[in-house]
């Protein structure tokens, strides 16, 4: 163990500094396509979601039962988990409708700008 160690952290020491894509030999030009991303958000907000719709779900029952034990029963259960699914979902489809349109807008910006450029050389 002693000797493994140092080692291992050499490698944690040494991997900022050589681990980095210009030393891997990857492109730094990555792009995430859209399904990914939505992927990425939905999988990241599931479990926010499920912990906080818990919880309201836990709290109201709390509220107007005061003296049961909190017994969740099937009905519960796939209302919770049904309803997370739907949040979860629901940011990632706003997210991906945002980022859409902020590329959307940003082609047609260049666009017009290349358009611009053009007519402006072809004038000269």
């Not at 107007?64 to 049904?82: C, E, H, M, R």
């Not at 629901?90 to 358009?115: F, N, S, V």
């Amino acid at each position: 163990m002693k000797k493994i160690l140092p080692i291992v952290l050499g490698v944690l020491i040494a991997f900022p500094l050589y681990g980095d894509p210009i030393h891997l030999g990857l492109e730094d030009d990555y792009r995430e396509t859209p399904g990914r991303r939505a992927e990425v958000i939905f999988f990241l907000s599931l479990p926010f979601a499920l912990l906080t719709q818990g919880l309201i779900i836990a709290g109201l029952y709390a509220v107007n039962n005061p003296n049961d034990p909190l017994q969740f029963n099937v009905a519960t259960y796939s209302f919770w988990i049904g309803g997370s699914l739907l949040i979860s979902g629901g940011i990632a489809y706003a997210d991906y409708r945002d980022t859409c349109l902020r590329e959307k807008e940003e082609q047609t910006q260049d666009h017009k700008e290349a358009r611009y450029y053009v007519q402006l050389n072809h004038r000269f």
